[in-house]
């Protein structure tokens, strides 16, 4: 098995859908952390929903969710399931709750006072935003999105559901490990492992330097 096409899609797959995800994912975070409306407990608990539930579970909505003859299928009239952009779209789906759960403590922990204080002084809400709440959040966000890219690298049952699992167009770095686990190519399992645990241990200790604001 040829470890740097697979190396090439996975981190391909992961960067689009940190990219694509993130914006709306921002929003959501900032919605939930600054203001107050009806069935936020439950907008809140429907987001975070996928970090608890079994990913292949995810994949299975996904799959009837995103088949030619489903809503969102029929409507954007493209060609998803088994795909690029099935993996595409199962690391966005994973990603997604990651993303809003460290973006919303980000968010929080800004001092709503600093944004009172802009907007007195004649910042419209979107320009205290930009000038006082973005800037102390950033760290956080861009510690989010990482997390987010990290979670699309190792994504695995939703996207063997929505994907497959196909050598050279949706064979990720997680399906990669199994599939060599699987026919008993232990030496390119281990240098898979081995490029994973790398990416993810760097990830991880940047994302806490970032929230913690502190040298790793």
């Keep these: 098995m040829s470890v740097s096409p697979v190396v ?9 859908a940190t990219v694509l995800v993130t914006p709306l994912a921002t929003a959501v975070a900032y919605l939930l952390a600054r203001h107050q409306f009806p069935g936020k ?3 809140s608990t429907l987001v975070a929903l996928p ?14 969710a995103f088949s030619d003859d489903a809503l969102f299928g029929a409507a954007l009239g493209l060609e998803i399931l088994f795909t690029a952009k099935a993996a595409v779209l199962a690391a966005m ?12 403590l980000s968010f929080e ?9 802009a907007e007195t002084l ?7 935003f930009w000038r006082v ?18 979670r699309g690298v190792g994504e695995f049952g939703a996207t063997v559901m929505i994907a497959g699992n196909i050598p050279g167009k949706t064979r990720t770095l997680a399906s990669a ?15 898979l492992l081995g490029l994973a645990v790398g990416v993810g241990f760097v990830a991880i200790s940047t994302s806490e330097w970032l929230i913690g604001g502190r040298p790793v």
């Design 8 to 16: 090439i899609l996975t981190v391909q797959v992961a960067a689009l």
């Design 41 to 43: 407990s439950v907008v």
């Design 51 to 64: 970090l608890v539930l079994p990913p292949t579970a995810v994949g299975y909505v996904l799959l009837h």
């Design 93 to 104: 789906a994973m990603a997604f709750p990651l993303i809003v759960r460290t973006a919303r």
């Design 109 to 117: 922990a800004v001092d709503p006072g600093l944004v009172q204080v």
């Design 122 to 128: 004649g910042d419209s809400p979107r320009q205290a």
């Design 133 to 150: 709440t973005f800037p102390l959040a950033k760290r956080g966000l861009v510690a989010a999105m990482i997390l987010g890219f990290m």
């Design 177 to 191: 490990i199994y599939s060599a686990q699987q026919v008993g190519d232990d030496a390119t399992a281990w240098v």
